[in-house]
Nanobody
Framework: QVRLVESGGGLVQAGGSLRLSCRAS????????MGWFRQAPGKEREFVAG????????TYSDSVKGRFTLSRGNDKNTVVLQMNTLTPDDTAVYYC?????????????????WGQGTRVTVSS
């Protein structure tokens, strides 16, 4: 059983940056592809970014491409989502997820384990 704990959320002004971290425990971290999803009030949970098991491949939603960067440190059991040029549309609860996959995944159903989420609020 993999346990995921997110951190780094908070309140930021539009145009600002935040760095979200997700630390995994209870499993072989390097055996999982990792991803981030987000859920805004009244909306479905949506894919944000994914990274392959080895960290060599990433994939992003069109809405964050060029602004967000996902990386992982297998030695630290951590993935980091660097979010730049934030807009109010980025306001959501952000969830870290792990998939029993070698390659990066973008579908919610591909992921097996989820964190509790961290809230990001971007003010205009």
């Amino acid at each position: 059983q993999v346990r995921l704990v997110e951190s780094g959320g908070g309140l930021v002004q539009a145009g600002g940056s935040l760095r979200l971290s997700c630390r995994a425990s209870g499993g072989s971290f390097s055996g999982y592809a990792m991803g981030w999803f987000r859920q805004a009030p009244g909306k479905e949970r949506e894919f944000v970014a994914g990274i392959s098991r080895g960290g060599t491949t990433t994939t992003y939603s069109d809405s964050v491409k060029g602004r967000f960067t996902l990386s992982r440190g297998n030695d630290k059991n951590t993935v980091v989502l660097q979010m730049n040029t934030l807009t109010p549309d980025d306001t959501a609860v952000y969830y870290c997820a792990a998939a029993q996959s070698r390659v990066a995944r973008s579908k919610r159903s591909d992921y097996d384990y989820w964190g509790q989420g961290t809230r990001v609020t971007v003010s205009s």
